[in-house]
């Protein structure tokens, strides 16, 4: 431990160390001496035990003595130093024992306490920052014939690159020359390697293993991989779930509340149960130091935050404990189709063109009208073209969302998209008994045949929905804009509970309302998706989860949730561990509160079975226990 501690850390260690060494040595001398026996012997115990009591606890009152001149009194500190200080001053009381050395040990072990909570905080922390250590010092480029190393921020798009190997990769880009294997456990949580050669993307954050690479930059730093998953992280903090947010707020009201019953306990238990006033003077003093919600403030957070860095290890970025809470109540999960259970990587399988339209024109003219699309059909339309794309014979190029496109090639109008364009512009698609996506093209009011293209499911997409059907969840469904039987062969294979086919962007966000209306009270919902048209329905779902590894930047800014590997078992895996996490905080809120109270009950005058060490336990003992709690969250596996 000591290793790890911060300075300001091993300060404080440092006084405790001290303050226990003095408050050992007085308590031997109580017990084998009469030094405190003689005349005086109770003004020079009280004087001794001040010693280690200012050595532990000068910053204590310090703090409490600041709050009252900022007129923001009520907090832990306050609490402390009124239990203490009362502890002390209960010498006054003729009738009443000693209490100097309780007082003292009192704020030594709130000071243990303190220095377990900040280390357990700062553990917590450190082992997410390492997880999240992706930042690039340094890029290579090439000038005047060297490698020269530059920041990452002075790299411009479409400018190349040089990654060594043991090099961690600055920004996102394609390769242009060599091969290699990269490490991208630390974005994606996968251990396993992943090769990459001329043409592949590569993302920042990845180690490269062992060739060197050439990459062309397709993003600025500012928004590379690297950048956007470091800033999901830093901000997961702010959006705090409902159970947190009522934790700080409880400590506000209670704090108050729990002095003023302290003061009734020391005022009015002489008066109505005849308790001597230096018992009830103890009894209030316990009930102060047991009171402290150290444990709630302090453990709740940490569990969450936990929870947080646990789902970071898996490549699950979960933006604020308020979607992590969310995560815990989801019963039912709708899912995309492409990008998100399929791979996205489309294949033409089949074109058949009408009669005396061959089928490389048909392809070169769907190419061309296709050109300056990054949908992944267009990106395999292309793809299957053999030949040259001339952008000079290109004109007029307009996307029709969840249609497809037009655009003029050779001054032709080309309509290339699926049956609902067709018939938007008068055009009679024809059907095709081969099951895939069917890309229709017709040119200048004219149908000349059709694409068949198929997507590949994810490998482990039968195994999302297997996993989700284990964790409890009750319904699976499928948004589509692909067809009714492609979407059906889909639905029967991966064992998905419904599905909605032919859906427009604005259709699948009212098939999501429709979903959100019958979903039972209290129970989430859950949209997974990955293409820009799936930002309105993940913004509108209970929770949104986006696939980061391929997805777009609109999808991950839209999503409460982001999967870095694109794997959508990963989503059984974030469900497991936010229902962990949110029941780890619910054993520490019912632990703290539930010890807390039956001390206060037995510190009460006319029980009187609770002294100022049982306090002690109530309070740094409980919290302790509920922070060692806490951080098992750090260590849930999905």
């Not at 008066?271 to 009894?283: E, K, P, T, Y």
């Not at 249609?403 to 109008?413: F, P």
């Not at 800014?557 to 982001?562: I, M, S």
């Not at 510190?603 to 060692?628: E, K, N, T």
Request: glycine share 8%.
């Amino acid at each position: 431990m000591t290793s790890t501690l911060s300075k300001s850390q091993r300060r404080t260690r440092n006084r405790i160390v001290l303050a226990l060494g003095i408050f050992i040595m007085l308590e031997l001398l109580d017990n084998l001496t009469p030094l405190f026996e003689v005349s005086g012997g109770l003004w020079l115990e009280f004087a001794a035990f001040l010693v280690p009591y200012l050595i532990a606890g000068y910053d204590v009152l310090a703090r409490a003595g600041h709050g009252l001149v900022r007129r923001q009194p009520f907090d832990e500190n306050l609490l402390m130093a009124i239990a203490t200080i009362g502890a002390f001053a209960l010498v006054f009381f003729p009738k009443a024992e000693p209490h100097m050395a309780e007082g003292a040990a009192v704020m030594l072990f709130y000071q243990v306490g303190e220095l377990f909570e900040s280390y357990a905080v700062g553990k917590t922390r450190k082992s997410i920052a390492e997880m999240m250590d992706i930042a690039p010092d340094f890029a290579n480029v090439m000038r005047n014939g060297e490698l020269v190393q530059v920041d990452p921020y002075e790299v411009t798009v479409g400018q190349e690159i040089v990654v060594k190997p043991g090099e961690r990769l600055p920004l996102d880009g394609t390769v242009v020359e060599g091969s290699s294997r990269i490490d991208t456990s630390a974005l994606t949580g996968e251990s396993i390697p992943r090769t990459v050669k001329i043409g592949s993307d590569v993302v920042s954050g990845c180690i490269n293993l062992s060739g060197v690479l050439t990459v062309k930059v397709s993003k600025p730093f500012g928004e590379s991989t690297v950048q956007r998953i470091l800033e999901l992280v830093e901000n997961a903090s702010e959006k705090k779930a409902r159970t947190e947010n009522f934790i700080t707020r409880f400590a506000r009201y209670y704090t108050p509340i729990v002095v003023g019953l302290a003061v009734a306990i020391a005022i009015f238990s002489p008066l109505l149960f005849g308790a001597d006033i230096s018992d009830s003077v103890q009894s209030a003093l316990v009930f102060l130091v047991v009171s402290c919600p150290c444990a709630l403030v302090i453990s709740v957070p940490l569990s969450f935050f936990g929870g947080i860095g646990a789902a970071s290890r898996l490549g699950i970025l979960i933006k604020g404990s308020s979607y992590l809470e969310t995560l815990a109540q989801v019963n039912t999960v709708v899912f995309d189709k492409t990008g998100t259970l399929t791979n996205g990587t489309f294949s033409v399988v089949a074109v058949h063109g009408q009669e005396g339209i061959n089928a490389d024109d048909l392809l070169s003219l769907a190419a061309h009208a296709e050109a300056y699309s990054d949908h992944p059909i267009a990106i395999s339309v292309r793809e299957r073209y053999s030949g040259i794309i001339d952008a000079n014979r290109i004109q007029q190029v307009e996307e029709r969302s969840g249609r497809g496109i037009s655009a003029q090639v050779d001054n032709r109008m080309v309509l290339v998209g699926n049956d609902k364009l067709m018939r938007e512009a008068h055009v009679m698609p024809h059907d095709c008994k081969l099951v895939g996506t069917i890309l229709h093209v017709a040119v200048d009011g004219a149908y000349i045949g059709h694409i068949v293209i198929a997507d590949v499911m994810k490998p482990d997409a039968a195994q999302a929905i297997e996993r989700l059907q284990a964790a409890g969840v009750k319904k699976t469904v499928m948004l589509t804009g692909d067809r009714e039987e492609v979407a059906a062969a889909v639905a029967s294979d991966l064992g998905i509970d419904e599905y909605r086919a032919q859906l427009l962007p604005q259709d699948k966000v009212t098939a999501l309302e429709l979903l959100l209306s019958v979903k039972r009270e209290g129970a989430k919902l859950a949209f997974v998706g990955d293409g820009i048209n799936d930002a309105p329905v993940l913004m509108r779902a209970d929770v949104g989860i986006a696939m980061g590894g391929m997805g777009s930047d609109a999808a991950i800014e839209a999503a409460d949730v982001v999967l870095m590997d694109d794997k959508p078992s990963h989503i059984a895996s974030s469900i497991y561990i936010a229902r962990k996490t949110v029941g780890i905080v619910w054993q520490n809120i019912i632990f703290a509160i539930g010890v807390k109270v039956i001390i206060m009950i037995l510190a009460l005058p006319f029980i009187g079975l609770a002294s100022m060490w049982f306090a002690v336990f109530g309070d740094v003992g409980v919290a302790c226990l509920a922070i060692l709690n806490a951080m098992r969250a750090l260590r849930v596996k999905g």
